[in-house]
């Protein structure tokens, strides 16, 4: 069956067709959580708690973006404000005074042999304010726009984040490689 024959009976409360839909996109949704969460229960929580935003708000999916696009947006969202509400030292990012990005295209020397997993765990290592927004850029894929709106932040701080994350995760990268960081 269609995805979006699945949502039109979600929309009538269809029980089935919602384990369906959850059982369709519950793993892809908990990893979602659990990268920004980095704890198996939060992550659960946060998954369920999206799941259960988008069936009562169901009927505001347009269908512009897939519904998988639209639930990511949703359990990320639940996500942060689960970051939030554990009175997690995060710095508004807004408030940090914000330059020009330098548009170069410096090449990052790291060593070939830095994989997947050791991005992303020196991603998991960066001060929260670029941690975010550079998972949601470089692992979840969003634009800056899309980063401002998620974060409420401007673009430009979105850009100059990012830009100043890649730096400090380039530096850690090479740290790990290295052992110096020269």
């Excluded at 039109?8 to 990268?35: I, S």
């Excluded at 359990?75 to 404000?81: A, E, T």
């Excluded at 554990?86 to 410096?106: F, H, S």
């Excluded at 726009?145 to 100059?160: G, M």
Aim: charged fraction near 30%; aromatic fraction near 10%.
């Amino acid at each position: 069956m269609l995805t979006t024959d699945i949502i039109e009976q979600c929309k009538r409360n269809d029980r089935k067709a919602q384990l369906q839909l959850y059982n369709k996109y519950c793993d892809g949704m908990y990893h979602v959580a659990f990268r920004f969460l980095k704890n198996t229960y939060e992550a659960e929580e946060a998954m369920h708690e999206g799941f259960i935003n988008a069936f009562s708000k169901l009927h505001q999916f347009t269908g512009e973006v897939t519904f998988g696009a639209w639930l990511k947006r949703i359990v990320i969202n639940k996500s942060l404000d689960m970051i939030k509400a554990k009175k997690a030292t995060l710095i508004p990012l807004n408030e940090e005074v914000i330059g020009k990005v330098d548009d170069d295209t410096e090449d990052w020397n790291v060593d070939d042999q830095v994989t997947v997993d050791h991005v992303k765990k020196a991603i998991a290592e960066l001060p929260e304010k670029y941690r975010y927004p550079l998972m949601l850029f470089l692992i979840e894929g969003y634009d800056h726009q899309e980063i401002s709106e998620i974060l409420h932040i401007t673009e430009v701080a979105s850009r100059t984040m990012v830009h100043r994350g890649k730096k400090k995760l380039q530096e850690q990268l090479k740290k790990e490689s290295y052992g110096t960081g020269s």
